[in-house]
């Protein structure tokens, strides 16, 4: 059984968040795969797949970490206001 979880980022900086992680969709364990693609200019899709739960969760906490990281270097680069 395949267990898969999607997540869309909706965010104008969907580009450089793609262009930040997709460096890392090749260091992934045997047991999950996932991808990472923008969908329009303002959508960034993470679409992960394991082969059992806890091979999911600990995929979802990297790559969920890895982004979450990007947004807050992306707002430190690039403040608000």
Do not use: K
């Amino acid at each position: 059984m395949t267990h898969t979880a999607v997540f869309r980022f909706a965010t104008p900086d969907a580009r450089a968040l793609y262009l930040s992680v997709c460096q890392e969709m090749g260091d992934v364990g045997g047991r999950s795969s996932v991808r990472v693609e923008l969908a329009g200019d303002d959508l960034l899709v993470l679409d992960v797949n394991a082969t059992d739960i806890p091979a999911l969760r600990a995929a979802l906490n990297t790559w969920l970490r890895l982004i979450t990281i990007a947004v807050e270097m992306r707002e430190l680069a690039v403040p608000s206001g």
